[in-house]
């Protein structure tokens, strides 16, 4: 079986996330560094209130072969959409939860 090119499955569920841009005067921006492997997901802009709008939706990087999930502010979970795209669980570490309490989940400790 061939090995699922990892950046570019990250860059097209990232890309699909995008998709849902928001109408009330803020963005959704993609950020992908594929030399060094670093892809985000940044929601930016003013609210209709005027407040600031800043923070990294989604922050996935790959490392020594791994998919390590930063950080995840989305509902489905970007975990599930690359456990749906045919990675295995073993190349995914979730990087937002501490090296103890890894080795309770089903995923890399990293």
């Known amino acids: 079986m061939e090995r699922v090119n990892y950046p570019q499955l990250i860059q097209d569920i990232l890309k699909n996330h995008s998709a849902n841009d928001l109408a009330n005067g803020t963005e959704i921006q993609l950020l992908f560094d594929t030399e060094r492997h670093h892809y985000q997901v940044l929601h ?41 795209a045919g990675v295995p669980k073993q190349d995914i570490v979730l990087g937002f939860h501490s090296p103890y309490k890894r080795q309770f989940t089903e995923f890399a400790m990293g």
């Open 44 to 84: 930016i802009g003013w609210t209709q209130q005027r407040k600031r709008v800043y923070g990294i939706v989604i922050h996935v990087d790959i490392k020594e072969n791994f998919i390590w999930v930063q950080r995840d502010g989305t509902e489905i979970g970007i975990a599930n959409e690359l456990l749906e």
